[in-house]
């Protein structure tokens, strides 16, 4: 019966892309603060579908720590799960995503609405180039920027090595960094299609300020709450990368 409902919650969640995509595509003409506001209903209703059919609730902590001025947000990544639910957690925001992404149909028009930064891996400098300068132009008209450090979801309980786009570009902003972990992938495994009962948990950290502070401070400072919050939050987590080399031994 899980196995059936899994799946069934996955169908509904392919079939709510049609209309939220198509949604939003015919929204191009009017502002992207107006456009983002049809972004939280999809994510609650699959957050909805997910209780209901899986089992799965979630909560959030630390929304007291969300400052008024926009913000980077650094997020674990390890599940499909945190790249819905952020969607109606935080404010007008963009995604650094893949560029690959943005060629599914319909879906692709959806993110190109939403005005994400869509990067292509491969090119090392380029890409961290065109995060910086998307990046700053979206802070500057008051929309927050999301991005997963880690670049790709990472096995369960582990970390990833860090990419510095994020962190360099809240650094050159001028705008504080803010650190989020998630046990998500205790219920909704990547690549899995059995979900695990239970709550989700997602926290959000302190605001950490980038004034007069350098790259790698601002990193290890972002990096270290992570990882301390996730051994919090998760009883598989490992203070290890995905690799299995000891997290002290990274430099960041």
């Known amino acids: 019966m899980k196995h059936f409902t899994s799946l069934l919650f996955l169908v509904l969640c392919g079939l709510l892309v049609l209309p939220w995509g198509l949604a939003l595509t015919l929204a191009l003409p009017f502002p992207h603060r107006y456009r983002f506001l049809l972004v939280p209903s999809f994510a609650r209703t699959v957050m909805w579908l997910m209780k209901i059919l899986c089992d799965v609730d979630m909560r959030v902590e630390g929304k007291e720590n969300l400052p008024d001025e926009p913000c980077v947000v650094l997020i674990k990544h390890s599940s499909p ?74 096995p369960k309980g582990r970390m990833g090595k860090w990419g510095h786009s994020g962190t360099l570009l809240a650094v050159e902003a001028g705008v504080p960094v803010i650190p989020v972990a998630h046990n998500a992938t205790d219920h909704w495994p990547n690549g899995q299609l059995l979900k695990v009962p239970g709550t989700i948990t997602l926290k959000i950290g302190p605001a950490i300020s980038t004034s007069g502070k350098t790259l790698e401070a601002v990193a290890l400072e972002a990096r270290q709450w992570m990882d301390e919050t996730m051994l919090e939050l998760s009883p598989n987590h490992k203070a290890t990368l995905s690799d299995g080399t000891p997290l002290s031994a990274e430099s960041t």
């Open 81 to 154: 799960w945190e790249t819905l639910a952020e969607l109606m957690i935080f404010p007008r925001h963009v995604i650094v995503l893949k560029r690959e992404l943005m060629w599914i149909p319909i879906l692709g028009w959806g993110l190109a609405s939403m005005r994400c930064i869509s990067i292509n891996r491969k090119t090392g400098r380029s890409a961290v180039k065109q995060v910086l300068e998307q990046g700053k132009q979206r802070l500057s008209e008051g929309t927050w920027v999301i991005i997963f450090p880690e670049g790709t979801r990472v």
